[in-house]
């Protein structure tokens, strides 16, 4: 949301020019044909997410780039050089890309006589490096083929608070339930009949299943309820038996999920007034944090305008005209104010 704010035209992503008819002509390819903006939203997200984001640029004879095929990641390969050079695409849509090691991804790269590759081998589809625009983040190295998700500093933090927290669900339904703790007189019955004795004790206490094994429900019996009183008798005035309440042992101890929670948001850098906590912030501190939040974002704005720039240059030679020949930026929302009055 942070980073796909319209400006005052309601356009998310926009061209700016000292040229006007070309800043016109760019702004009309992607507001009208391509319609960025449409998929602006959903793009950010899936870059935000897994790191990744691909398309593959339709043009068409005297329009340019008339659209955008969007690839899923996890269908597409990078293929680069041993020196680093992108070469082109892959694309095969079941994931599996039945190949062997660089080389016979090379072999599906190589050109033929008429200086083009293959379009199609089996399920890979071949892409030419200009034919497809790979957003990403690259989080892990500048050698690194593919980007890195937002989210994956925060998983290892984000697995212990989950295990963390459903220990703590089981604990509270299953060990610290309140009981009753009951003190039998046994008398002087001989010892080999005391827990016989005990069990027929037991059974006039405990609880009684309402489903039998037929899975019917049953309304014969009737079940201890909490607001029930127990009866025992005595002799010659003295309890033949004691009831206590066993208390459970009360699992406040939350100190380990409030660390993993905040080495979570620490991980995300997403002020936690973002995401619905309702702690009070000092101002200072909250203005820390959304700036923290503002470099996040501009940093993947950042990526989504050079893919964005890359349509740009790839439809003006499509249309014969020379990139370079006039310059233009392409522009996006300021993610903070702080910045924007800077």
């Keep these: 949301d942070e980073a796909t704010i319209p400006n005052d035209k309601g356009q998310i992503v926009w061209v700016t020019s000292k040229d006007e008819a070309l800043a016109d002509g760019l702004n009309h390819m992607l507001h009208k044909q391509v319609k960025f903006d449409d998929d602006a939203w959903a793009m950010a997200r899936e870059l935000f997410l897994y790191g990744n984001a691909a398309s593959e640029l339709i043009l068409y004879e005297g329009l340019g780039v008339i659209g955008l095929g969007w690839m899923a990641p996890a269908t597409v390969r990078r293929i680069e050089d041993k020196k680093g050079l992108l070469q082109g695409f892959l694309q095969d849509p079941t994931g599996k890309f039945q ?8 072999k599906l790269m190589a050109h033929d006589d008429a200086g083009t590759t293959p379009k199609r081998i089996g399920d890979v589809e071949v892409f030419e490096d200009w034919e497809v625009v790979h957003w990403r983040i690259r989080g892990s190295g500048l050698r690194s083929l593919y980007g890195t998700s937002v989210l994956e500093a925060a998983r290892y933090a984000y697995k212990r608070l989950k295990l963390l927290e459903d220990s703590s669900l089981l604990h509270k339904r299953t060990i610290s339930s309140s009981r009753y703790e009951f003190y039998v007189d046994v008398g002087k019955i001989e010892e080999n009949r005391v827990w016989a004795y005990l069990d027929s004790f ?3 206490f405990k609880r009684k299943k309402f489903v039998d094994a037929s899975g019917r429900i049953k309304f014969a019996p009737n079940m201890l309820a909490p607001d029930e009183d ?3 008798p ?11 309440t ?11 999920v409030d660390y ?5 948001y620490s991980a995300l850098k997403i002020p936690k007034m973002r995401i619905g906590s309702v702690e009070e912030v000092r101002k200072d501190a909250l203005i820390g ?3 923290g939040f503002a470099r996040l974002t501009m940093r993947n704005q950042r990526e989504i305008r050079r893919g964005v720039r890359q349509i740009c240059w790839t439809h003006r030679m499509a249309l014969g005209i020379d990139a370079d020949k006039a310059e233009f930026e392409v522009e996006m929302q300021m993610a903070s104010q702080i910045f924007e009055l800077a």
Excluded: E, H, W
Aim: glycine share 10%.
């Design 202 to 204: 037991a059974d006039r």
């Design 260 to 264: 993993f929670q905040a080495k979570m």
């Design 230 to 232: 127990i009866f025992l």
């Design 234 to 244: 005595t002799r010659d005035g003295s309890p033949k038996a004691s009831v206590d």
């Design 246 to 256: 066993l208390g459970g042992s009360d699992y406040q101890d939350m100190a380990p």
């Design 99 to 106: 190949v062997n090691g660089y080389a016979d991804l090379a």
């Design 289 to 291: 944090q959304d700036v």
